[in-house]
T-cell receptor, first 111, second 113 residues
Framework: GEDVEQSLFLSVREGDSSVINCTYT??????LYWYKQEPGAGLQLLTY?????DMKQDQRLTVLLNKKDKHLSLRIADTQTGDSAIYFC???????????FGSGTRLSIRP | SAVISQKPSRDICQRGTSLTIQCQVD?????MFWYRQQPGQSLTLIAT?????????ESGFVIDKFPISRPNLTFSTLTVSNMSPEDSSIYLC??????????FGPGTRLTVT
């Protein structure tokens, strides 16, 4: 079945860029999403990209999609302490509205 | 975007009892979903709540355990029945907007003792 994979942890220095990577298996995915979950909170939709796009930029966030390799990344420029959270990659099945989530990457910021 | 509220925000329940979680959206939406997030885990889709018909359940989830209602386009309930400690999780409602953005409610944190 469909699968979405992410590394579990990432530690970056404050002010540096963070790059969170994700791979997925469903080649017919239509939309790919990035969600942020802060401790004790729900999921916040950060950004998403349609599968016919290579890149999407929104302020400090840049999403890159390599459809051939089924690889998605989220780059956060000038990482701040408020960016500490778990980041979930997710894909939308082409045949339904069902979203498949990755395991989440815990981003920690060091001074 | 959509604004989603859930009630209750958290509860502690005894095993063998049932809890009904409510999800309210501030606009009419076609697609509503219920997810479970077990401690330290990712999200798993329980079912799609269909307005006017029975919910569509994912593999591993059954209607007797997780009955769902969807009386209109802005409201849904999920009941966790005959609870056991393994049901301790965060339960999240989500909706899909017309442009394929999916938004989540704040979640209901359930602890079963």
């Amino acid at each position: 079945g469909e699968d979405v994979e992410q590394s579990l942890f990432l530690s970056v220095r404050e002010g540096d860029s963070s790059v969170i990577n994700c791979t997925y298996t469903d080649s017919s995915s239509t939309y790919l999403y990035w969600y942020k979950q802060e401790p004790g909170a729900g999921l916040q939709l950060l950004t998403y990209i349609f599968s016919n796009m290579d890149m999407k930029q929104d302020q400090r966030l840049t999403v890159l999609l390599n459809k051939k390799d089924k690889h998605l990344s989220l780059r956060i420029a000038d990482t701040q302490t408020g960016d500490s959270a778990i980041y979930f990659c997710a894909e939308r099945e082409s045949s339904a509205s069902k979203i498949i989530f990755g395991s989440g990457t815990r981003l920690s910021i060091r001074p | 975007s959509a604004v989603i509220s859930q009630k209750p925000s958290r509860d502690i329940c005894q095993r063998g009892t049932s809890l009904t979680i409510q999800c309210q959206v501030d606009s009419q939406v076609t697609m509503m979903f219920w997810y479970r997030q077990q401690p330290g885990q990712s999200l798993t889709l329980i079912a799609t709540a269909n307005q006017g018909s029975e919910a569509t359940y994912e593999s591993g989830f059954v209607i007797d355990k997780f009955p769902i209602s969807r009386p209109n386009l802005t409201f849904s309930t999920l009941t966790v029945s005959n609870m056991s400690p393994e049901d301790s999780s965060i339960y999240l409602c989500s909706v899909e907007s017309t442009d394929y953005e999916q938004y989540f409610g704040p979640g209901t944190r359930l602890t079963v003792t």
